[in-house]
């Protein structure tokens, strides 16, 4: 199998679940199954990039060219700043350029194919979309985006509805609807999206954090974000299903659309011309969900392990 070529969009500072899925990510890479072309960040946190650095260089794997999103938008950093204070390196503060221009020059570089797999708010994704030709290419983002990129996967939206039957709104939306109405509203890609339905009991690192404490940037970054021995799955899930697809783990929806109201709640809307799917947890015959996302959570433990040397 040919290796995807991936970007990945995070916002590595926040919660600690983006540390997984980069950690699932880079062990997907040396196992040849990922070819990744960029990182961007959608939290301007100074330390995000020099955690990443961190993270990368206690796996002794390589950092892809990375840029961050410019704009202001203050959020609490967890633990970047603390792994470059552990373990970092003084280059790990070198500045990088800026999200949405090399996101740009990803895509015209590349020939085609991409998947774009964005697992924090969708800041950059937007701000990509409304990018107009420039010097990098004449196309606007909207035309390069359709051009180059096979799938967007975002680990974005709640599809299950409360006691008033309204769906829950979802963090990474919330945080940024007008972002958000905007992605959905300009996007021609197809959108394959993760809900956090879908991992919000699936547990991942517990182990590896019993077992190495604050000894890698990894569970180091978990102890710092609320001690956490083990965290909800959802950007480790959505990076598993751009990888490696459903394979036993996963379903995907048929086709539809989806819609942002002003409160951030996600409507979706059975289309056959939608450009929007689902993906759900896969429960094997006489399997219970919560085992079915044991599965899932075993499957990314398992690689991520293996490359912690545990
Ligand atoms: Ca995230």
Partial sequence: MKPIKLILDTDV????????????MIAAEKKGLVEPLAITLSHPADYA????????????????????????????????KKIYEKFGEESDLEPVGDAVALLRKTFVESDGDVTLCAIGPLNNIADLLESKGDDISPLCGVELVKEKCSRIVLMAGGFLPDENGKNVPEWNVKVCIERSQKTFELCKNDIYMLPHEAAHTMVTGKYAVETLGDKTPLTYAFLSFFNSVGRSSWDPATMLWAVEGNRDLFTLSEAGRVTVDDIGTTDFCPDE??????????????????????????????AVNEILGI
Avoid: H
């Fill in 13 to 24: 500072g926040s919660d600690c679940d983006d540390m997984m899925a980069i950690s699932y």
């Fill in 49 to 80: 990039a020099a955690g990443i650095r961190g993270l990368y260089r206690s796996y002794g794997a390589k950092v892809p060219a990375m840029g961050q999103m410019s704009k202001e938008n203050p959020r609490d950093d967890w633990y970047c």
């Fill in 273 to 302: 011309n939608g450009n929007c799917y689902i993906i759900g947890i896969n429960r094997l015959e006489n399997e219970s969900f919560t085992d079915a996302q044991k599965r899932a959570a075993a499957y990314i433990d398992g």
